[in-house]
């Protein structure tokens, strides 16, 4: 118990469930049934703890440096070779369950988990350190309508929607911590364009993925009142955020902003409806 409790932390629960939820969510919204919709949300649990425990495995000597005593991977309360199992283990759960359903979930859930663990491998660290995020998260709407009998992608609105929210969600994520990455190494996008730019691109990306869900599912018909309450909740607030940036507000407030802005873009895309048209 004291071992998994370890790898629970050290899976960046935050994410994991909102990723896991936001799953169910639009499984629920386009009608997958019970059985698959288990499935689905188990498949994308796995995913998102083998993401996470691979990150903090490939993190543990940097979180060391950086006196990273949140991290149990840096203060010793689980191996790294422990780590690497459950990472990979999890991994292939998601894989093989995403297959029952359909191989075209699989082939998309591949997508999105490769988007992931090459962030945590290699890319974060680049100028492309955004692209994962952009295709991974442009791939997810995708998944619980590919978890259908019969199997359906994402409108191309949905895509724009997801990879928009990917794209904020890293921007926003490193806020943070940027002088601890900048400190040993860690160079993404974000981190070159600076704390202003990146609030900047965060709040942008969320604006231009509300509209694009507005737009896109009202499929030629006047957007419903919640469409325009929660559109009007994204740009406020990602207008918020990105001011408070200007404003040299603590950095912490930006990112709970920014991600205010985001969980309210990833509620307007579930009650969106029409996601496959």
Not at 136 to 149: D, H, R
Not at 150 to 171: E, I, R, S
Not at 191 to 210: K, Y
Request: with cysteine; charged share 10%; hydrophobic share 55%.
């Amino acid at each position: 118990m004291r071992i998994a409790a370890a790898l629970w932390r050290s899976s960046h629960p935050g994410p994991t469930v909102v990723v896991t939820v936001l799953s169910l969510a639009l499984g629920l919204s386009v009608g997958v049934d019970a059985a698959r919709l288990t499935v689905l949300v188990l498949s994308v649990l796995l995913g998102q703890l083998s993401i996470g425990i691979s990150n903090d495995a490939i993190d543990a000597p940097r979180d060391r440096l950086t006196g990273r005593t949140d991290k149990p991977l840096a203060r010793g309360d689980v191996s790294v070779a422990t780590a690497w199992i459950a990472a990979w283990s999890t991994l292939a759960g998601a894989l093989v369950l995403s297959a029952l359903l359909s191989w075209q979930l699989a082939l998309a859930h591949a997508v999105f988990l490769g988007s992931g663990w090459a962030y945590n491998a290699w890319l974060k660290s680049t100028v492309f350190s955004a692209l994962c995020f952009v295709v991974g998260f442009g791939v997810f709407p995708s998944l619980a309508p590919l978890a259908l009998p019969d199997p359906l992608v994402a409108a191309p609105w949905a895509w724009v929607a997801g990879a928009t929210l990917g794209l904020a969600v890293h921007f926003s994520n490193v806020l943070p911590d940027l002088d601890d990455d900048e400190r040993t190494g860690v160079r993404g996008l974000p981190h070159r364009l600076g704390r202003r730019a990146s609030a900047g691109v965060a709040a942008g990306a969320l604006i231009v993925g509300a509209s694009a869900v507005l737009i896109g599912s009202a499929a030629g018909s006047p957007p419903s009142t919640v469409s325009w309450l929660l559109f009007t909740g994204v740009v406020g607030v990602a207008a918020w955020g990105l001011v408070a940036a200007l404003t040299q507000h603590p950095r912490r407030l930006v990112f709970r902003l920014v991600m205010t802005a985001a969980l309210l873009l990833a509620l307007q895309l579930v009650l969106a409806g029409n996601l496959t048209s």
